[in-house]
Structure formats: structure tokens, C-alpha cells
């Protein structure tokens, strides 16, 4: 499972996944369609990217108008990052 946070933004949320951990490893899961619809969350991801930025990078700002809007989920693998959203 995962908890889904809603935030004063609308269609921001914050999803924290429920991590498994023992000596092996760890395992979560970090997208269930299902899950994501039952919280209103009906977009479909079609394209998955990941980057990696060294530290004190600042990334831009992006922005995207119908018909090219994309969903975003962002998750960070190691470490913390500062996300700043804007209602525009």
C-alpha cells in the first residue's frame, strides 16, 4: 500500500510508499494504477525517465499547456531534494 498526502495545491500529492526492508534489501511499490485511481489520480504514464543530479544542482522550472500536458511523479532514489511546485 501507500499513503497518499493531498496538498493546498490541487492534483498535488505526495504518494509515500510503504518500504519493505530485512537483511536482503528492501522492496516497495511504486506505481498501482488501481491505487492511484481509487485517490482521483487518473492519468496514465506512457514514458518513464530518470535523472541524476550531483550535488547543489538546480534543475528548471517546467511547464507544459494542453495538448502536451504530461503527468509528473517525481521519487527520490537516494538521498533528499527540495521540489518546489507552482500553481499557475
Do not use: C
Amino acid at each position: 500500500m501507500m499513503k497518499i498526502i493531498k496538498t493546498s495545491i490541487p492534483d498535488l500529492l505526495i504518494v509515500e510508499p510503504d518500504v519493505f526492508k530485512d537483511q536482503r534489501g528492501y522492496f516497495f511499490e511504486s506505481y498501482n494504477q488501481e491505487r492511484y485511481f481509487e485517490n482521483d489520480m487518473k492519468m496514465i504514464f506512457v514514458q518513464d525517465n530518470e535523472s541524476k543530479s550531483m550535488k547543489n544542482v538546480l534543475r528548471g522550472l517546467h511547464f507544459q499547456k494542453p495538448p502536451y500536458a504530461q503527468g509528473k511523479l517525481v521519487r527520490v532514489i537516494q538521498g533528499k531534494v527540495v521540489d518546489v511546485a507552482v500553481d499557475i
